[in-house]
């Protein structure tokens, strides 16, 4: 009885489940540390991530979330490519919730659907699978967010 209620109790607690709202950026370490160990990432996807960790943020607030990239430079070898600024919008809608799992429904401005899986780790650190861009899906990463204050520099 005793486990029952401690479960209804974590289940149906609004402090118990996670707070996803806030602005992110991506934690290039232990994206890098996590995929080098687990998956076949390039060395021109561990450039990328490095230089978007800072020059991205993704941004949830209410019902819509914004990854927003700044104009930037990235260089690979003897490539070096400008990223132009550009501020993504999408619409979502929770469709399930725990104490470490967000599930989200995502529209963006053309009215394509998405499911987001956000995997809380802590309150200020949560990972996202991304499988690839469509139609190969063959990308197979995970990228760890970590949440930035009023206090923190970028």
Known sequence: MKRLIFLFAVLFSSTAYSDIQGRWVIDADLTLDFNSAHSGITDLEKELIRCMSSNSSLEISGSYFSF????????????????????????????????????????????????????????????????????EYDTHLRYYYKRITENDSE
Request: a negative charge; hydrophobic letters at 35%; glycine letters at 2%.
């Open 68 to 135: 927003v990239v700044k104009k930037h430079s990235c260089s690979f070898g003897d490539k070096i490519s400008t990223i132009t600024d550009f501020d993504e919008k999408y619409k979502f809608k929770k469709i399930f919730e725990n104490i470490d799992v967000v599930v989200l429904l995502s529209e963006d401005k053309e009215h394509n659907q998405s499911i987001d899986v956000i995997h809380q780790i802590n309150e200020d650190l949560v990972w996202f699978y991304y499988p690839g861009d469509p139609p």
